[in-house]
């Protein structure tokens, strides 16, 4: 039965070809397109978003909560830097390409918010928090789009807790 698909398969094949020889090749140029008002979307129903449940607001409220009291605690607890946090306030004095091996664009932010804020805790966590907040945000507003259900959605931003670096070493 496989030989006989192909040979049926390679059939159709020699046909089309040999159509498009008798044809030409700019007449397949100038042809119209085929009518797709037919064709379905592959694009599942539930991708579209639909409006926020008020549960909703709360969750993202509860985010925001979250991340601001983490900023707040961290800019009135201990001053004492951590090792990273040392290293981003060296290396933030100079606008660089690069720095180490990481990728400058949260430098460049950070270097931006101590010359708005000055060079104290308040502005390494304010801009850490944002953008944990931004992030948190983000994926649950992507998991909206793609889960049939929203509270599947916020399960999945909340896995991002999961995560040590995310959750426990803010």
């Known amino acids: 039965t496989v030989a006989v698909d192909l040979q049926r398969a390679s059939a159709l094949l020699r046909a089309k070809v040999s159509k498009a020889h008798a044809i030409g090749p700019l007449a397949l140029l100038r042809a119209r397109p085929p009518d797709r008002s037919e064709r379905r979307s592959t694009v599942p129903a ?48 100079w606008w660089l390409p690069a720095y180490t091996n990481q990728p400058p664009l949260y430098v460049w932010l950070q270097s931006a918010a101590f010359r708005l804020l000055g060079l104290n805790l ?7 928090n944002t953008l944990l907040f931004s992030a948190y945000c ?19 931003t909340l896995s991002l807790l999961l995560i040590a670096q995310l959750a426990w070493e803010e």
Not at 65 to 89: C, M, Q
Not at 122 to 128: E, M
Not at 142 to 147: C, F, I, M, Q
Request: glycine share 2%.
């Open 46 to 93: 539930y991708t579209t978003t639909a409006p926020m449940a008020p549960w909703e607001h709360w969750f993202i409220l509860g985010l925001l909560v979250y991340f601001v009291l983490h900023a707040v605690i961290r800019a009135t607890g201990a001053a004492a830097l951590e090792p990273d946090e040392s290293e981003l306030v060296i290396l933030s004095q």
């Open 138 to 156: 983000l994926t649950f507003l992507a998991a909206r789009r793609l889960l049939p259900d929203a509270r599947r959605a916020a399960l999945a």
């Open 122 to 128: 308040a502005a390494l966590s304010i801009v850490k």
